[in-house]
């Protein structure tokens, strides 16, 4: 026999046809994101757990199309974030990553790091318009940096001991980051 349905039947129906249809799918998975990262932040590694990064210069192409060198582990606090605009748990994150660059974007290095095309970024950043410092690399990271997944951020310090390590849509503007950070900076 077959059951009768009942409401919630009918919204899990809906809720999984939203999915398959490619224009509901990514606003969905940005929004189921975004619920995550109100309850998970980065954890800091333990002191025994932090990986030393030799310090090195990230060799980088701007939007528009400058190279830039930024130094990694050579004396200033970095934050680094492999991601796409593609990427629904990337877009998930942006906008904390946004709020912590507009506090502490003159005091770190913020590097949002790509591989698309230049313009699909710039198209992208038209339509929302945050103001962190986003680049293509023209270098291979180091081992230590390198992660197949995205979004990957990491957090490094001055002399280049890795923070933290975040695989995965999190709150990059939690407390304990906040706290982690200003201790850094002292």
């Not at 109100?38 to 980088?60: H, M, R, T």
């Not at 502490?104 to 913020?110: A, D, L, M, Q, S």
């Not at 962190?132 to 081992?143: D, G, I, K, N, V």
């Not at 001055?158 to 695989?167: E, H, L, R």
Request: hydrophobic share 45%.
């Amino acid at each position: 026999m077959l059951k009768k349905l009942r409401w919630s039947d009918y919204v899990f129906g809906v809720f999984l046809l939203l999915l398959i249809i490619p224009q509901t799918r990514k606003p969905i998975q940005v929004a189921v994101n975004k619920a995550k990262i109100l309850v998970w932040s980065p954890s800091i590694k333990a002191v025994e757990d932090q990986a030393q990064l030799i310090p090195f210069d990230y060799k980088v192409l701007s939007l528009d199309g400058k190279p830039k060198t930024i130094g990694v582990g050579k004396g200033k606090v970095t934050f680094i974030s492999y991601w796409a605009t593609w990427c629904a748990l990337c877009l998930a994150e942006l906008p904390n990553i946004e709020k912590l660059y507009v506090d502490y974007g003159e005091h770190i290095n913020f590097v949002l790091l790509t591989n698309e095309a230049q313009e699909t970024v710039t198209t992208f950043l038209k339509k929302k318009p945050y103001t962190l410092p986003m680049y293509t690399s023209r270098m291979a990271p180091p081992p230590l940096l390198l992660d197949k997944s995205i979004p990957t951020n990491y957090l490094i310090d001055q002399n280049g001991k890795i923070m933290s390590k975040a695989t995965g849509a999190a709150d990059w503007n939690s407390k304990k980051v906040r706290s982690v950070i200003d201790a850094l900076l002292e």
